[in-house]
């Protein structure tokens, strides 16, 4: 991996081997590049949710997706309303609302205990006025909301 200024700007250029598809295409049942492909086949399976929860790129997006929300004045209701409609384009129902509530809540708890968790989980994307703690309950919330089904599949 780069560092500095050329960390992000080089998976633009990334080669893209036709026979040799990158591990994450292969685990998200991505066609074989070498033929047309029509429809393409719905699969969910374990491995996936392993690669949305611990793919350093996706961790980089839940850093970025956290500092979003957090960088905007709001409270909870408004800012984890507004994660949803960004994730899923639609209003979640009570009972979503309540369960993000419940998982930033618990997220909250964990990480006001395990301040070094919290640390390295922010890691450069420190958000001013928004304790490590804090950043890291987001960053967890974030990461969920993208793990989620109608999130990643189109249907």
């Known amino acids: 991996n780069s560092t500095g200024e050329d960390r992000n700007r080089r998976g633009m250029y990334t080669f893209f081997k036709r026979t040799a598809p990158h591990p994450n295409l292969t685990t998200f049942d991505c066609p074989d590049a070498n033929l047309t ?11 996936q949710a392993l690669i949305t929860l611990n793919n350093e790129s996706f961790l ?8 979003r929300l957090l960088s905007k004045p709001a409270d909870d209701a408004a800012r984890l309303a507004q994660a949803f409609r960004l994730c899923v384009a639609r209003v979640p129902s009570d009972r979503e609302r309540q369960q993000l509530t419940d998982l930033l809540a618990v ?10 968790d919290a640390k390295k989980l922010v890691g450069n994307t420190a958000v ?4 490590p703690d804090e950043t890291a ?19």
């Open 37 to 47: 492909c029509v429809e393409r086949r719905a699969s969910n399976t374990p491995l």
């Open 60 to 67: 980089e997006a839940s850093q970025a997706f956290a500092k």
């Open 107 to 116: 997220n909250r708890e964990f990480y006001r205990v395990h301040q070094d």
């Open 128 to 131: 001013s006025g928004a304790s």
């Open 137 to 155: 309950a987001w960053i967890a919330t974030a990461r969920i909301l993208l793990n989620l089904d109608e999130f990643i599949t189109r249907e």
